[in-house]
């Protein structure tokens, strides 16, 4: 895809690569890497393709439409669809080669109706989360004889609800007793997210579940950020002192100054509250002033900057923690709400 517009988030696929082996070195367990919602932000192809290359055990994925997707794209490493699938569109799964998750008893019992046959399936446990999952070992043996006939059963899984190891160890272990009062042979049994496989340790589990560690998250255990977005100063502008800047004329110029405008705005996931935030332009920070608008935000500069200059929204100067932080919320929301019409623009 060619992209006329230089707003673009950067992707460092030699820094995902070292994530992954990271992990890989550290747990020395299977890996599974989550490629649900466009990759965290970063694009689901072009990393699935990335990590297929790395021979990821699965591709975990939270919809149908997002593992068929990767599908027309050629990729063919096992995906997961860890989220719920209606049973009605199964038949989809099948023709694909996807696995699918059974979420309930009732959902196993709404498959057994279908009149299906081979399909891949991996159970969820419900420990803590409250979301998605079997609630105790009687309805996971029911959905197992239920299912094991008809279907390869070949994972079950849990989902832990805190990165705190008190909380997360009562979950694990919760899930463990099920686990082993089952006598069922699972081919995957997989617990761990991104936090949990760096600092819990445990013999049950033969996976992991990557997904904010391969994308930037947790850079104090030595993992890499791999993302930065970044756009372009389209024009300066020379204010005389009480002109005011953008919509609400919410920012009045004390005195001359000098402001640049940079095509980059809220829909492309720079949010309206991120006023009086810094961007990163010739090693200065500018803060951003006035209120942001779709597709433009405005920055009090000085005469460093020239137009047409590249800038940083966030990346190796601006940390997007700290963005995260300003905002009230976590790197993962930061990254997912950088939209579709933004270029992903992949390095080594």
């Known amino acids: 895809m060619t992209s006329y517009r230089k707003t673009f988030l ?8 070292y994530n992954y082996d990271f992990y890989k070195n550290k747990t020395k367990k299977a890996i599974f890497t989550v490629v649900k919602a466009n990759a965290y932000g970063m694009g ?3 990393i699935a393709r990335c990590l297929e290359k790395l021979n990821t055990d699965y591709l975990g994925v939270a919809t149908l439409d997002e593992a068929v997707e990767l599908r027309q794209a050629g990729i063919i490493a096992p995906i997961l669809v860890m989220g719920y699938v209606a049973v009605n569109d199964v038949k989809i799964a099948i023709e694909n080669n996807i696995t699918l998750t059974v979420v309930s008893l009732t959902w196993a019992k709404n498959l057994t109706l279908q009149g299906h046959k081979n399909l891949k399936l991996h159970l969820k446990v419900n420990t803590t989360m409250n979301r998605l999952g079997h609630n105790s070992l009687e309805e996971v043996l029911e959905s197992i004889n239920l299912l094991k006939n008809n279907h390869n059963l070949e994972g079950i899984f849990t989902h832990y609800c805190c990165e705190d190891n008190e909380t997360a160890l009562k979950d694990f272990n919760h899930f463990k ?3 082993e009062s089952l006598n069922f042979d699972f081919k995957w049994i997989h617990a761990s997210n991104s936090y949990n496989a760096l600092y819990l340790e445990e013999n049950l589990t033969n996976a992991i579940r ?3 560690g391969l994308y930037g998250g947790y850079k104090e255990a030595g993992l890499k950020n791999i993302a930065s977005l970044k756009t372009e100063v389209a024009q300066i502008r020379m204010l005389n002192a009480n002109e005011t800047v953008s919509y609400g004329a ?3 110029a004390q005195s001359k100054m000098k402001i640049a405008v940079l095509t980059i705005g809220y829909a492309d996931g720079v949010l309206r509250m991120d006023t009086g935030s810094n961007v990163w332009i010739n090693n200065n920070y500018y803060p951003i002033v006035g209120t942001i608008c779709m597709d433009q935000l405005m920055v009090a500069i000085d005469d460093k900057v020239a137009e047409n200059a590249m800038v940083e929204i966030f990346g190796e100067h601006i940390d997007v923690e700290a963005i995260a932080k ?4 976590i790197i993962y929301e930061v990254f997912t709400t950088i939209s579709t019409r933004v270029f992903r623009k992949y390095i080594r």
């Open 326 to 329: 300003s905002r009230k919320t």
């Open 10 to 17: 950067e992707v460092n696929l030699t820094n995902l690569e």
């Open 250 to 252: 919410t920012y009045t």
């Open 44 to 46: 689901a192809v072009e």
């Open 177 to 179: 007793n099920i686990v």
């Open 210 to 212: 990557i997904g904010i």
